[in-house]
């Protein structure tokens, strides 16, 4: 375990360092373009005025629950250890605000990158490609450093796995919010500058001109760059607490298995480092197949390291390699499915850009089926690498099995620092794509950033088919911490301990039922804020262009009100971001006050399947709209202006708020109510009315 810990901090360290010295290297190449550094400046402001103000929010909600979490966590205080409660109220703390940071330190560099990478495109697509993906890599090294250094931490001074739930619920709850609320502001800025200025105007995507612009691009920051990162932050904090809270039971403390867990997440991290710091695309390269191939080989390295630290370790077990492995590799295979139905070089895509032409109706319908066809690889994908490493596992001993599963969860996030890059990049050139526009760098520019976003736009629905395939496994692997968690409680009450949840059993059945339908409502109200807030931004988008004399010419020095745009965004998105949230914690509560224990069960055994189907049908369909319209607009079925673009358009605004708002919010609500009933569970025990 020594060797482990120091093997674990000196990959944090080398983390660290080398996202350091990749800061400093983006902030290194030229920004010179007048204009690109007055609306790089905007984008930075809007984007650091909405994060101030989300956190405020959520720092008020943070203190109202670590207050809860002191009374009543890991049970009553006044019938337990005040050390504990203390301490379970700073993991949870601890998990908010270094989620909180690694967030901030994705924006500071991706708004620091768009515009350099909007410049760097003028020197060609090789120079473009390593600034957007450097800037990128910042948060991902971020992200998987304090991830794996607040878990150690807590571990090692609390030696609790319980106290680490904790943790993992400040992530989580922090990452939910985050997540719907920076969905909400950039689905509310896309939706309404898609439809006021391509299908009313006829204006180009970032024209300047248009009002929501700048909203658009503050909004790709802080949904996909700041969210998505406190999305994976949560992921990976939950599947190594879920694994530790299940390997110090079978270890009775610190053992091998424990090891294993911290071995396998350093080693996963130096292997995302290895893998950005080889990522490069040659002058004449293929963006995507290099995002795709530094990903391989990140996988590869993870497994051979992982190889030689399980032949050469005491206790380290080859069948929790094995888990580990078939979970990784598992992830890949769920995200080149992903790609087949979201890449606009395959035949999916250009199915619903050819529908296009006959309205957007079929547009829509086409979407949807391919949509929810594309989640069946990912769900079978998922049920196979947990029967499969259930079974890898279960020969060596009880509490293997789910063990086994955990791990699986562990594997397929071990490389979530290249990920996160992945997905960071994105943003950051789909910014670029917009700067270098609005700073008339010329066709050829534009040419050279419109060839990086359609990769970012490509690997974005891969990291997102990724996150939520981990997802899954996570709250397979939660599933089974909880049932640690309640038979811990249930033993000294001297109650029956469970053993699994009977589908027939009426408590559960509830359970199920319940569980089943929060997904639908939480997406529902994340969807109604995204409609609400576009409606009211497309009225002060058009009243703009009515009112501003010489806006819809560009006649010069003439310049839209960007920040009443921002402010409807931020306003909207605030306003809406608590409610669904809270709709979900308050249900497992509710659930488990009136079922118990075995209505808990059957809550998250509805929960993780209902949500992952529609997490997935939302995050491809989306991706698969978005895909469509660039297709038609690079002069395919008519082209920019013609009907099968408009219609195109339409499936894309659709798919908007399912693909950035709704989707991708649904893994970390399944999250925090798995953490809810796990922290809850010894309340639940003790106290409902039909348990």
């Known amino acids: 375990m020594q060797l482990v810990v120091i093997v674990s901090f000196f990959a944090v360290v080398i983390a660290f360092a080398?996202?350091?010295?990749?800061?400093?290297?983006?902030?290194?190449?030229?920004?010179?373009?007048?204009?690109?550094?007055?609306?790089?400046?905007?984008?930075?402001?809007?984007?650091?005025?909405?994060?101030?103000?989300?956190?405020g929010i959520l720092a008020r909600f943070a203190g109202v629950a670590a207050v809860l979490i002191?009374?009543?966590?890991?049970?009553?205080?006044?019938?337990?250890?005040?050390?504990?409660?203390?301490?379970?109220?700073?993991?949870?703390?601890?998990?908010?605000?270094?989620?909180?940071?690694?967030?901030?330190?994705?924006i500071l560099v991706a708004t620091s990158a768009n515009g350099r990478t909007a410049e760097g495109a003028q020197k060609g697509l090789k120079t473009a490609f390593l600034i957007g993906f450097r800037g990128g890599s910042v948060m991902g090294l971020a992200v998987v450093g304090f991830s794996l250094l607040g878990v150690m931490a807590v571990l090692l001074i609390t030696a609790d796995a319980t106290i680490l739930l904790g943790f993992s619920f400040g992530a989580s709850s922090l990452a939910l919010f985050a997540k719907a609320g920076g969905g909400i502001f950039t689905k509310t800025a896309d939706?309404?500058?898609?439809?006021?200025?391509?299908?009313?105007?006829?204006?180009?995507?970032?024209?300047?001109?248009?009002?929501?612009?700048?909203?658009?691009?503050?909004?790709?920051?802080v949904g996909d760059v700041a969210g998505m990162g406190a999305?994976?932050?949560?992921?990976?904090?939950?599947?190594?607490?879920?694994?530790?809270?299940?390997?110090?039971?079978?270890?009775g403390g610190f053992g091998a298995n424990t090891s294993m867990v911290f071995c396998y997440a350093a080693l996963g991290l130096i292997a995302s480092i290895i893998g950005i710091a080889c990522a490069r695309v040659g002058k004449n390269g293929n963006p995507t197949g290099a995002l795709n191939a530094s990903t391989y080989s990140t996988t590869a390295i993870f497994l051979v390291l992982t190889a030689l630290a399980t032949l050469f370790l005491d206790g380290f077990q080859w069948r929790i390699w094995g888990a580990s492995a078939v979970g990784l590799i598992v992830g890949v295979i769920i995200g080149i499915t992903t790609d087949y139905f979201t890449d606009d070089s395959k035949p999916i895509v250009q199915k619903v850009a050819h529908a296009s032409r006959s309205g957007s109706a079929f547009t829509i319908l086409s979407g949807v089926s391919y949509g929810f066809i594309s989640a069946l690889p990912a769900m079978v994908g998922i049920a196979i690498s947990a029967l499969a490493a259930y079974m890898l596992c279960a020969p060596l001993g009880e509490g293997y099995a789910l063990f086994g599963i955990a791990m699986a969860a562990v594997g397929m996030l071990s490389i979530v620092g290249m990920i996160i890059s992945n997905d960071a990049y994105g943003p950051i050139v789909d910014n670029a794509r917009g700067l270098a526009e609005m700073?008339?760098?010329?066709?050829?520019?534009?040419?050279?950033?419109?060839?990086?976003?359609?990769?970012?736009?490509?690997?974005?629905?891969?990291t997102k088919g990724f996150a939520i395939g981990a997802a899954g496994l996570t709250v397979i692997s939660l599933l089974g911490a909880y049932m640690s968690e309640v038979n811990v409680a249930l033993s000294g009450m001297g109650k029956e301990l469970l053993s699994g949840?009977?589908?027939?059993?009426?408590?559960?059945?509830?359970g199920i039922l319940v569980g089943a339908s929060i997904p639908a409502v939480f997406s529902a109200m994340l969807i109604l804020g995204v409609d609400k807030n576009a409606q009211r931004m497309v009225e002060e988008i058009r009243r703009q262009f009515r009112e501003i004399k010489g806006l819809k010419e560009g006649k010069k020095g003439v310049q839209?009100?960007?920040?009443t745009c921002i402010g409807i965004a931020t306003d909207g998105a605030l306003k809406e971001l608590i409610p669904a949230g809270l709709v979900a914690i308050i249900a497992t509560v509710l659930v488990g006050f009136i079922g118990g224990p075995l209505a808990i069960g059957g809550f998250l055994l509805g929960n993780i399947v209902s949500g992952l189907l529609l997490a997935l049908f939302m995050s491809n369909a989306g991706g698969l709209w978005?895909?469509?319209?660039?297709?038609v607009e690079s002069g395919h079925e008519g082209g920019k202006g013609s009907d099968a673009h408009k219609a195109a358009v339409t499936g894309d605004t659709v798919g908007d708020p399912f693909k950035d708002t709704a989707g991708p919010s649904i893994n970390t609500q399944i999250t925090v109510v798995s953490l809810v009933a796990s922290l809850l569970s010894g309340l639940f025990a003790a106290f409902s009315l039909f348990g």
């Open 501 to 510: 949840f009977d589908i027939m059993d009426p408590t559960v059945f509830f």
């Open 439 to 462: 700073g008339g760098l010329g066709e050829d520019t534009i040419r050279i950033a419109d060839e990086l976003d359609s990769a970012g736009n490509t690997v974005k629905a891969v």
């Open 560 to 563: 839209a009100d960007y920040d």
């Open 70 to 106: 002191f009374l009543f966590l890991p049970e009553p205080v006044w019938n337990g250890n005040v050390t504990d409660h203390i301490a379970m109220v700073i993991a949870y703390l601890a998990g908010t605000i270094l989620s909180a940071i690694a967030g901030k330190i994705g």
């Open 626 to 631: 978005d895909n469509a319209k660039k297709y």
């Open 231 to 251: 999305d994976l932050f949560d992921s990976n904090v939950a599947a190594m607490a879920s694994a530790l809270v299940m390997s110090q039971a079978l270890d």
């Open 18 to 55: 080398f996202a350091v010295y990749l800061y400093f290297w983006v902030k290194r190449q030229p920004s010179q373009n007048k204009r690109i550094i007055e609306v790089s400046a905007l984008i930075q402001a809007g984007a650091n005025t909405f994060m101030k103000r989300e956190y």
């Open 191 to 221: 939706v309404a500058a898609d439809l006021t200025g391509k299908v009313e105007l006829g204006i180009p995507e970032d024209d300047p001109r248009n009002p929501a612009v700048i909203a658009d691009n503050v909004g790709d920051n």
